[in-house]
């Protein structure tokens, strides 16, 4: 049984809603610490992320803001209100796009440990992604891994 298993069967509710990206937020650090710690390679592409992507044209104010305000529903709520905030937030056409990034969190050092794999499978469950989906998400993120070597 994984520690995430509880996250995944509860209906805990956060008393704050979240944007789309501060649910992207939010499901990139759920996977990041999953395994108990944070990377280098982990840290350096949340830097990125921040910089581009979905968080393109936000000051660095702003995401500061995000960021405390997920590590605030986090530590006062949980992790399971957080989770189910950020999936309630997302956007059916962020779905997959969410996974993904999920997915290159997980592969970006290397290796994927049994507790982010176990994460992945339950995050594409939660976010209903088909199950032929998620396999090739992460494949596809696997090959960006290889081509960045």
Known sequence: MSKYDKLFQTYAKSTEKLTPVEALFAITLI?????????????ELLHQLMASGAMKGYEVEDISK?????????DRQGTSALFNAAI???????VEGAFAVAATFAIVD??????E???L???????????????RLIAEAWDNYRRSE
């Open 66 to 74: 995000i960021s405390a305000k997920v590590d605030k529903i986090w």
């Open 121 to 135: 499978d339950k995050l594409a469950h939660a976010l209903k992604i088909p199950a032929e989906t998620a396999p």
């Open 110 to 115: 290397g290796k994927v440990t049994p507790e």
């Open 31 to 43: 996977v990041v610490y999953a395994d108990g710690e944070m990377s280098e390679q982990q840290s």
């Open 117 to 119: 794999s176990h994460y």
């Open 88 to 94: 309630e937030a997302l956007p059916d056409d962020m």
